[in-house]
């Protein structure tokens, strides 16, 4: 089955700052790849989608990247501020099952 | 403007007292399921509801069922709650199935505790 490590439990930046968040995973490159915000003691809420056929894909602040040759995605927030402290899961799809990882939390530091 | 709602948002049940989580959604959407997530853990799938088509996980303990009345509600039963069963319940739907590259809308989840 697919695994999915997302690069440290716990991030923390300066505000103003680019948070850059890495989502590797070990098998087969998945249809396409979402990025969801968890705030504490709340349900995910959906922030971006990528295809495999996309390199990059971009919303406001945030910028994901896809790379199925490196088995890849890149989470980017652009200018952060400390309403941007949250947890991110990276979720995998394929044909007819969906991965989450255990997540990045960030803090943004004012 | 709620889609997804979870009631109730906290739930205290007594270890093998039978309690129901339940989650109605404003969307119209094919798709509903169950997740179970822990401290610092992914969300689990436990089981999902295409329409009326139950679909429940391999590894998901008989000890869990869900019900499906109608499009807009679905129930999750845990029969005799265990103290490992203790976790944060999310439900979610989507328009239509996971491998269609449908995003999912999640309810604020149940905080369940068992004493």
């Known amino acids: 089955s697919q695994k999915i490590e997302q690069n440290s439990e716990a991030l923390n930046i300066q505000e103003g700052k680019t948070a850059t968040l890495t989502c590797n995973y070990t098998?087969?490159?998945?249809?396409?790849l979402q990025w969801y915000r968890q705030d504490p003691g709340r349900g995910p809420v959906f922030l971006l989608l990528i295809r495999e056929n996309e390199k990059e894909k971009r919303k406001e602040r945030l910028k994901v990247t896809f790379d199925t040759t490196l088995k890849q995605s890149l989470f980017h927030i652009t200018a952060s501020q400390p309403a941007d402290s949250a947890t991110y899961l990276c979720?995998?799809?394929?044909?007819?099952?969906?991965?989450f990882g255990t997540g990045t939390r960030l803090t943004v530091i004012p | 403007d709620a889609m997804v709602i979870q009631n109730p948002r906290y739930q205290v049940t007594q270890f093998g007292k039978p309690v129901t989580l339940s989650c109605s959604q404003t969307?119209?959407?094919?798709?509903m399921y169950w997740y179970q997530q822990k401290s610092s853990q992914a969300p689990k799938l436990l089981f999902h509801y295409y329409d009326k088509d139950f679909n429940n996980e391999a590894d998901t303990p008989d000890n869990f069922q869900s019900r499906r009345p109608n499009t807009s509600f679905c129930f999750l039963d845990i029969r005799s709650p265990g103290l490992g069963d203790a976790a944060m319940y999310l439900c979610?739907?989507?328009?239509?199935?996971?491998?269609?590259?449908?995003?999912?809308?999640f309810g604020p989840g149940t905080r369940l505790l068992v004493l």
């Open positions: 969307l119209n959407h094919n798709v």
């Open positions: 979610a739907t989507s328009r239509d199935l996971r491998g269609s590259q449908e995003t999912q809308y």
């Open positions: 098998n087969y490159s998945p249809a396409y």
């Open positions: 979720v995998l799809a394929g044909a007819n099952n969906l991965f």
